[in-house]
């Protein structure tokens, strides 16, 4: 078992940042990518980064150059730098873990961009 738990979530203007942070405990040496969804009313919930053990990174081409995750793999935390933040960016973000057949989420943190 994994557990996440996700901080940094908010309200924030059009144009600013936020940091969202997962840090997991439990069965962590199981971890092989973490990552970061998205979820806005009514709407299925989206991929939005990922990153591997490795640093191996993916983004969703709508986050591309304005999203940055990271991941300090001994502290066993990811975290997702969001810049430019624009009202489609509002949802609620969940983070993830992936592992040889283990799919884990957190409870997820609410992201409002909003003037």
């Known amino acids: 078992q994994v557990q996440l738990v996700e901080s940094g979530g908010g309200l924030v203007q059009p144009g600013g940042s936020l940091r969202l942070s997962c840090a997991a405990s439990?069965?962590?040496?199981?971890?092989?990518?973490m990552g970061w969804y998205r979820q806005a009313p009514g709407k299925e919930r989206d991929l939005v980064a990922t990153i591997t053990r490795g640093g191996n990174t993916n983004y969703a081409g709508s986050v591309k150059g304005r999203f940055t995750i990271s991941r300090d793999n001994a502290k066993n935390t990811v975290y997702l730098q969001m810049n430019s933040l624009k009202p489609e960016d509002t949802a609620v973000y969940y983070c993830n873990t992936m592992g040889f057949g283990t799919n884990y989420w957190g409870q997820g943190t609410q992201v409002t961009v909003s003037s």
């Open positions: 439990g069965s962590i040496s199981s971890i092989l990518v």
